[in-house]
């Protein structure tokens, strides 16, 4: 339903509104948003980060040197040697289930905080104003919107008063557009769309009545988010573990092989030369090692815990200390982005209380778009 109306910034938002069936007075009915949801479908962008406890378990003991590990253990169980087989085995339970507790609680941590900041939209249904999810915004729907509120999906005004919008996660702008009604062009630039308004970006000042006409991976904000989703990236100290462990695994089979063979060719027995073959493999391999990462690196997650860093995955801290340059968007980052007041100089380049006191009677009564500059003054 959306597509067929777009772009939808080069129609009059009466002509919008008739094409989405909608009422700008009274919105959208109960049956029409269910209906309008089921078509929708996943309107959504966030993705469904949590994994199960049973999954991220598991995951802990992917690694070739869990896998080594594991051999060793099933090994020493089998040669006889039961006490051994039941201290690896140990070691192993416990490396997994030390990574699995930090990260699962990490992750729950991240689930209640994003359950905090959870944001809202005013929009008319039923003839009422209603709060909902940002996220629960359908094609059709009437924003109500004012300074501070979020816009909840890509929207085309219905009706603007003294309206500007920070739309700097799209354009890289830090100061606010100025927003109103029209009609423009099929080639508009983004940043020269007057009469939308996009999610995520967020009202400075003003009043807007809008209507909802993209949701979620059909939004600008859509398909950015689309083309940059992270994909679970192997950390250089994973990689690093895994190469380590597929050389273990090499050396053991290497001597293994080579002693098992020297056995045979002095015509030892047969069984005898292989089991003492195997023990030496396994004798090889740093069982302690495993233990002795996550203890370390758990440390680090509880260290950086207390000075209000999250750590999600414990083997991400090693890849964040390696780092040489860290490079950051500044404003909105480093920096607020806003102007502070240093000095008040006449046209000589002297102090003056008067010219402070003219700026001062331009900004309290500056109307519309609030600028920093009137903002520092106040």
Not at 36 to 41: D, I, L, P, S
Not at 231 to 255: H, P, Q
Not at 322 to 345: P, R
Not at 365 to 378: F, L, S
Request: charge should be negative; glycine fraction near 6%.
């Amino acid at each position: 339903m959306a597509k067929s109306i777009a772009p939808f910034w080069t129609k009059y938002s009466d002509e919008v509104v008739e094409e989405l069936n909608s009422n700008p007075e009274k919105g959208l009915t109960q049956e029409e948003i269910k209906i309008r949801t089921e078509k929708a479908g996943a309107i959504t962008l966030a993705p469904n980060s949590h994994v199960s406890d049973f999954w991220l378990l598991f995951n802990q003991f992917r690694s070739p040197f869990m896998a080594l590990l594991l051999f060793a253990d099933i090994l020493s169980f089998f040669l006889g040697e039961h006490v051994d087989a039941i201290i690896i085995f140990c070691i192993i339970i416990l490396s997994g289930v030390l990574s699995f507790w930090q990260e699962r609680g990490a992750q729950n941590i991240v689930r209640e905080l994003l359950a905090m900041v959870k944001v809202t939209a005013k929009v008319l249904r039923d003839g009422t104003q209603q709060s909902i999810d940002l996220e629960k915004a359908v094609p059709g729907d009437i924003v109500i919107l004012s300074a501070g509120d979020v816009v909840p999906a890509d929207c085309l005004i219905i009706e603007a008063n003294d309206l500007f919008v920070n739309e700097a996660m799209l354009t890289g702008e830090p100061y606010p557009e100025e927003k109103k009604l029209g009609k423009l062009p099929v080639d508009t630039s983004l940043k020269d769309r007057y009469n939308c308004l996009f999610k995520g970006t967020h009202i400075t000042s003003g009043f807007a009545k809008a209507i909802v006409v993209l949701t979620g991976k059909d939004t600008e904000f859509g398909k950015i988010a689309e083309k940059i989703k992270p994909n679970k990236v192997e950390t250089e100290f994973e990689r690093g573990l895994r190469k380590f462990g597929y050389m273990l695994m090499e050396i053991a089979l290497m001597l293994a092989l080579i002693i098992f063979a020297v056995n045979v060719y002095f015509e030892k027995p047969f069984i005898d030369s292989l089991l003492f073959s195997l023990t030496l493999a396994i004798g090889v391999t740093p069982f302690l090692l495993p233990a002795i990462v996550s203890i370390n690196l758990a440390y680090g997650a509880r260290h950086m815990a207390s000075q209000k860093v999250i750590v999600k995955r414990l083997v991400s801290i090693e890849n964040f200390g390696s780092m040489n340059i860290f490079c950051s968007d500044k404003t909105g980052t480093l920096t607020s982005g806003e102007i502070h007041i240093h000095d008040y100089l006449d046209t000589n380049g002297i102090k003056n209380e008067k010219i402070m006191d003219m700026a001062y009677l331009n900004a309290i009564y500056q109307t519309g778009y609030a600028n920093p500059i009137d903002k520092a003054i106040k």
